[in-house]
């Protein structure tokens, strides 16, 4: 049974930078995709960004050069740095762990077995 804990999020101004990080338990890295998920107020959720067991990464659309997504084999930890956050990126943000998956897609958020509670990011202007 995986646990995954968000830590990170908080208030930015339109520009900056926050970097969110999950606490993984009950896996390991190496056997499977890890992602992070946003879900803003009234909209679904969206797959925001996903590294696969080997380190291979995927990125929606809109964070393609803006956000990167490591992790870190031995703490068991993965991180999502965010870059020039717009008001768009407002969202509660989680972690998510597709167990025995070896290609994640970033959008495909039905491959996700296990979830964290989330973290809020609120981007003001």
């Known amino acids: 049974q995986a646990q995954l804990v968000e830590s990170g999020g908080g208030s930015v101004q339109a520009g900056g930078s926050l970097k969110l990080s999950c606490a993984v338990s009950?896996?390991?890295?190496?056997?499977?995709?890890m992602g992070w998920v946003r879900q803003a107020p009234v909209k679904e959720r969206e797959g925001v960004a996903t590294?696969?067991?080997?380190?291979?990464?995927y990125y929606a659309d809109f964070g393609k050069g803006l956000f990167t997504v490591t992790q870190d084999y031995d703490k068991n930890t993965v991180d999502l740095q965010m870059n020039s956050l717009k008001s768009e990126d407002n969202a509660m943000y989680y972690c998510?762990?597709?167990?025995?998956?070896?290609?994640?897609?970033?959008?495909?958020?039905?491959?996700?077995?296990?979830w964290g509670r989330g973290t809020q990011v609120t981007v003001s202007t």
């Open positions: 998510a762990a597709a167990i025995q998956r070896w290609f994640c897609p970033a959008a495909e958020i039905s491959n996700f077995d296990f």
């Open positions: 009950g896996i390991t890295l190496r056997s499977n995709c």
């Open positions: 590294v696969t067991g080997d380190g291979a990464t």
